[in-house]
C-alpha cells in the first residue's frame, strides 16, 4: 500500500487487510511468539509473501519480525517451495507434497520451536500460504496447531474489469477506474498494485484489465502505443500470482491491421493474429490469453464471415497456444434486436442454441465464459442450461460481482448466497451428483481448463466498492473460487472479522445483515423470478413496463389477468427442455416449479395459488410490505452499532442503508401501485397502495 | 444568401424563398412589365428590401431589374416611406398613410404607367410590403391591380431559440445550432443572415438567440467575453427588421458579477442589472430585452430570496426600461419534484396559481410569457386558463414550432391548425368575443406590450427543418402572427406554391397532407387528451407508462378499469375552476367535455360512451388502427407526386415518411397492447393487438 493511502482509517481503503492490532490475551501470546521471517528464495512473489507477512504481524503485534535467510531459530515463520528450503522440506513428508498442486499449499506448526512453516510446489502457493496464515491471525484463530493443506478448487479464479480507458466503468458503482485516466493507462500504479494485493489474498488468479466492450483506443492495447503501458500492469500483478489478461476486439485486423477482413478463416487473419501473439508474448511472457465478446449486443464477430464461434475462437486460440494462452470467448450472444411482438423468440434459449450445436469443435485452450442464468445477472433466474451441456468444451462460469441488478452498490446484497444457490444447483448433466459446481472446477468431464470469472465492482471510491459491505462480495467470490464448498455465512464471518475486528456482536449482527440482504432486496423489487422491471439503460431503480415493450427481449407479459412467462414446452417458448433429468419436468410442470421461479416458466393468473399458499398478487403485495419493513430493520440494527467500530466506517454505510430504505419505498409502491391497477385485486391486509 | 448555398438546389435550403422561374403566361406578362425599381431612400432595411426585390425578380423573370434613384420611369416598383419619396407620398391618400401603423405597408398598382408602389411608414413596414408582393408574384397572384393595406396583427412576432454554445439545441431536431460552434458565437454569419431572411419574409420581428435554459457560458453573453459577438449577430437581424432579445440567467449577479446575492430587491442587485443594461445597450443601442425562465425546472429565480415573480422581473425591467428595453419573463412554474402518489396536486394548475395572484404588480414593459397549453405543448391538451386571467398584465402565447412532442420532424404534423383552434379559443374573460388571439394582441385589455412567442425548429440541415415539410410550420407561425385571421389552409397553400412552385394537383396533394397531419398524428399516439405516454427526457416514441411514476406531475392513471386525469371542482384537482364563464361548466360536465379533451379533464371506465358513440376502449382502438393507415395514405400520396417537384426534394420527404409509417405501426402496437392488457377488452373488430 502506498504511503499516501496509510493516512486512511475511516474510509474503508484497508478493506479486510487492514490487520487490526490484536489485544493482549490468549491468541496475542501465541501469535507473539512469531518473531521471525526465514526464507532463503528470492522470487519475486515470494518476497511479496514476506513483505506481507512482516507488514501483517507488525500491524498486528506492534512489532517488526526480523527477517533472516537461514537458522532456526525458535518462533518463525519459515517459508519456502519444495526442494529449496531444507526445513520445509523436512516439514512435509512426500505424501503432503504430492498432494499439493500448483497452487496449493501446506501449512504447519512446529511445536517444539514453536515455528510455522509453509510450503508449496510454487511461489503463488507460498503467498496463499502467507494470506491464509494471516487470515486465521485477523480472525483471531488459534495457530499452535496448524496442520493445513489446501489447494483451490477452481483452476481460473478470474476478475473482469469492465473498465474503459476514458475512466469510466461500464457497471461501475464506485467511483472511476484504477486503471485508466484521460484516455492513457495509469502512470502510477500504487493502487493498481494495492487492488493486486486484495485480489491475491482472497484467491484470485487471473484477471483481465479492460472492458469486454472494446472501444477504438482500447483495441489499440495490443499495439506499441499502448503495450509497454500493458506490461507494466501485468508487472504490478505478476508479483502477485495475478495473471494478466487482455479483452480484445474481434475486428482488430480491420482497425488496427491494415486488413479488409477479419474473416477467422482467412490465412491472413490468421496471421495477423499469429504475429500480434508473438507481439504481446514478447512483451508479456506469462500473458494469459484473450477475453472475447463477439457477435453480442452489436459488437464485430465471425458471423459477419458467415463462420461461427468455434472457427472465431479457434483462430484465436491457435494464435496463442505456442505461448501456453488460452481464449476465454463469452456465451452472451442474443438477438439483441428483438421484436417485444415476437412471443416465439425467447432470449433466455439463446446460449444454448447457439453453442451447443458447437460442443467439440472448439480447441483445448478455449474456454467458454458463461453467465450463470440465462438472461442477465438478475436478482432470481433460472440456472443456465449450458453449464454441463457440452461435454467436450471447456466451460467457466460467469458471475457479476458489481451490483447491476442487484442494487448497484446503493442497496446492500451480499451475492454469495445467490452463487452458492447456483454452484450447487444438480444438472444432471451426468446423472445425480452433477452440480455447476463440479461442471466449472472441470472435474466431472476433466476439462484442460475451467474456473470462474466475474465482473469486479471495484472503482476509485476511497472504500473500492462504493458501499463498504460490497467488499464482501469481491472477497466472498475469490473465497468461493478457491473452494465453493466454504458457506456463505463463513465467508462472511471471515470477511466481517478481518474488516471490523472480532467483536462478537458486531460479528453477529453484520453477519445477519449479510446473511438476509438477498432475500430483502429479491423481497421489494420483481416478483418470483420475473426479473427486470428496471429503468432502461441505467438499469437502477423500479419501472415496470421499462423493458416490456423493447428490443432487448426481456418481457413479463403483464395483463389484468396474469403475469409470467411460458417457457414450457408444452405451451412456451421450449426453453425447459434445455435443462436435463428431473430438471425438466420439475420447470415444466406448474406443480413442482419453485414459487421463486414461478414467473420466470410460467404465465399465471394472479390468483394462482403458490406453494406458499398465498396467490400470486397476495405475494407480491406482502414481499414488497415486508421487504421495505426488513430494510428498515438493516438500517436499526446497523445504528446498534454505532460506536463499536471507527466512526467513519459506520457512517459511510450508514447513509447507504437510509438510502436503500427510502428507496425500497419506491419499489415498494411503484410495484405495488402496478399490479394494483393492472389486476384490481385489493391488498387483503388493507394496505396503502396508491 | 451566401455563394456556397446557391448549389444547393434539391436539399431545400431556399425554403419558400426559391423564387421559382415563372413560365410565359398571363401573370408572367404582368410580372414582366416591372422592369425597375425605384427607391430614395439608404435604410439600411430598405436596402435589404430592394435586395430582396432585385433577387426575387431576376429569379422569377429572368432578368435583373434596374435599381434607380428616382424616375417616373413605366413598369418600376416604387419604395419609400412617407413623407420620404414624392411618389409614394402622392399615390397614398392621408387616411391611408394614418392606417398605416409602425410596421404595416401599402401597395397599389398604378395602372397609367405599370407600376407598383409600396409605402410605409418604417423601413421595416417597405420590407414586408416588399416581402408581400413577392409572396404575391411567387404564388402566382394577378399584381395589375394591387391596393393592399396592411399592419402585423400582433406588436411582438417573436422566436426562441433553444441553442446552446456548445452547438447542440434542446429539443432541435434538425442539426447543430447555426448560432454557435465549439463554445463560441460563429463568426461565419452566413447562415444566420439566411435565416434573418426567411423570419422577416414571414413576418417575425424578434428573436432570443439562446436556450431559455442559461448555462455556464451563455450566462457570459452579457459580458465582454461575448458581447462584441453578441452585437454583430444583431446587426445581422437588424438589417432584416428583426430586434434581438438574450435570455439571461437570473443568478447572473452570483456567476458573473462579483455580488453574493441575486435577491431582486437588494439595492445592490438591482444596480449590478442597471449597470449591466448600460452596457448591453452600449453595444446594442436597439437591443429588445431580456427572456427569462426563472424558478422553473431548477433554474435560479426570485424564489431563492423569498422573492416573487413580479419583484423579479420588475427589477429586470426597471433595468431596461431607460433604452426602452422589455422583459419577458415565462410562466412555465410548477413543481417539478412532484411525488407521483400526491393526486391531489396538479401541473396543470400551477401557473394560473403562480401568476394569477400577482396581476397587478408587473411594470409595463414586463411581458409574461404563457404556453399554449397548461401542460407542455402536448398534441392535445386544454388551451391554457392563464391567458387572459391577468386583465392588468401584458401576456404573449408561447408556442413550439419544434415538434417536441409532436414528432420530432420525424413525422409530418402541420401545427398551424392546433395553434388556430389555440387562438381561436373563447375564453369569456370579458364575456363573449373574447378569443385567446384578442388577448395576444393586446385589444381585449389593450396592453402596451404583446405578442406571439415560439420555439424554433431550425438547425444546420441543409434544409433547415430536417423534414422539408416542417418549413410550413415556421413559415405558417410568421404568418399567423401577422395575422391571426389567415387560414391554415391559406397559409399552407402560400407555402407550397412558393416552395414547390403552383403545379395545381401537387398543391391540392400537399395541402391534404399537411392539414390531415396533426390528426394523424393524434391518432397513433395518445388517445383524447390525456398526453404524454413518450419516453423520458428525449421524447421520441410510444411509453405509456413513461411518466406514469415520474416526478414530472405528467400522469394518466390508467388502471384496469379505466384512465383519465380527474380534473374537475366536484372530485378532482379542481383545474376547471380557473377557466371562466360556460367554459368551466363544459369542462366540468362529463356530458358536455369534449371527446378530444375528455381524458385530460375527466377518469372514465374504458366502456365509457364518447359523443362519438364509441367506447373509450373502441375509441382508442379505432384511431390506432386508422392512424396507421392514415399515415401510410401519406406516404402513397407523396409518392404520386414523383416528378413533379426536384427529385431531391421528393426523396427526402419520401424517406420521411416511410419512417413514419413504420413509427405509427409501433406507437399502434403499443397503446393498443397496453390497453388491451390493461382492460382485458377485446377489439370489436378482432383485428391484431399483440
Known sequence: ????????????????????????????????????????????????????????????????????????????????????????????????????????????????????????????????????LLRLMSTGEAVDNLDVVQNPVNQLRMINQWDNIDGSIERGYAGKSIFYKDNRITTDLE?????????????????????????????????????????????????????????????????????????????????????????????????????????????????????????????????????????????????????WRDRATDRARAAYDHFKPLDGRFMDNVILQVKNGPMDFQVREGVSPLIGAMEQTNQMIEFQITQEYTGQQRHLCYLVPQWKEVLDFETYAKGEGSPIKRIVDGSLYGNRFSGFAAVSNIGDDANWTG???????????????????LTAEAIAEEWIRMTFGGDEQLVRTIRGMLMDSWSIYEDYTSPLGVGWMVNPDHHYGPNVDGYEYSKWGTYHFADCHGIGVDRTMATGTGYTGQYKGPNVEMYES??????????????????????????????IYDTHFVGVERAEQLQAKWSELQGSMHEGLHQQVAARLAEQAAHAKEWRDMINTYFFRKSGIADQLGRKIY
Request: charged share 20%; aromatic share 12%.
Open 467 to 485: 458501499h463498504l459491505l460490497a467488499q464482501a462480495n469481491l472477497y466472498g467470490y475469490g473465497r468461493l473460487a478457491w473452494n465453493p464448498e
Open 590 to 619: 406448474l406443480a413442482s416449479c419453485p414459487d421463486e421461479l414461478l414467473l420466470f416458466f410460467h404465465h399465471v393468473p394472479y390468483t394462482h395459488v403458490l406453494h406458499s399458499g398465498k396467490t400470486v398478487i397476495q405475494h
Open 1 to 132: 500500500m502506498s504511503e499516501t493511502n496509510v493516512q486512511y482509517t475511516g474510509d474503508g481503503y484497508q478493506a479486510w487487510l487492514g490487520y487490526h492490532r490484536i489485544a493482549p490475551g490468549n491468541v496475542y501470546e501465541q501469535y507473539a511468539a512469531l518473531k521471525a521471517i526465514t526464507v532463503n528464495e528470492n522470487a519475486e512473489v515470494i518476497r511479496t509473501a514476506v513483505t506481507e507477512l512482516s507488514r501483517g504481524l507488525q500491524s498486528m503485534l506492534g512489532y517488526e519480525p526480523v527477517v533472516e535467510e537461514s537458522g532456526e531459530s525458535a518462533g518463525s515463520i519459515v517459508l519456502g517451495t519444495f526442494g529449496n528450503n531444507a526445513i520445509v522440506d523436512r516439514t512435509f513428508a512426500e505424501d503432503t507434497r504430492s498432494a499439493i498442486g500448483p497452487e496449493g499449499f501446506a501449512i504447519k506448526a512446529v511445536k517444539e520451536n514453536r515455528s510455522i512453516v509453509i510450503g508449496a510446489s510454487t511461489a503463488p502457493g507460498v503467498l496463499y500460504g502467507a494470506f491464509h
Open 191 to 339: 493502487r493498481v498494485r494495492d487492488y493486486a494485493r486484495l485480489l491475491a489474498s482472497s484467491g484470485i488468479n487471473a484477471i483481465s484489465i479492460n472492458n469486454v466492450n472494446v472501444h477504438k483506443y482500447e483495441t489499440r492495447f495490443l499495439t506499441e502505443a499502448y503495450l509497454p503501458d500493458v506490461a507494466k500492469v501485468a508487472a504490478v500483478f505478476r508479483a502477485y500470482g495475478v495473471k494478466m489478461f487482455l479483452s480484445i476486439n474481434y475486428a482488430s485486423p480491420l482497425e488496427i491491421g491494415d486488413l479488409t477482413t477479419a474473416d477467422p478463416l482467412d490465412p491472413g487473419v490468421r496471421e495477423w493474429w499469429r504475429a500480434k501473439a508473438a507481439e504481446v508474448y514478447a512483451a508479456i511472457p506469462d500473458f494469459g490469453g484473450f477475453l472475447v465478446k463477439a457477435d453480442s449486443e452489436n459488437r464485430p464477430g465471425p458471423f459477419t464471415y458467415d463462420r461461427d464461434h468455434a472457427d472465431g475462437s479457434n483462430m484465436l486460440a491457435e494464435a496463442v497456444k505456442p505461448y501456453g494462452g488460452i481464449v476465454i470467448w463469452r456465451c452472451f450472444v442474443y438477438n439483441c434486436k428483438q421484436d
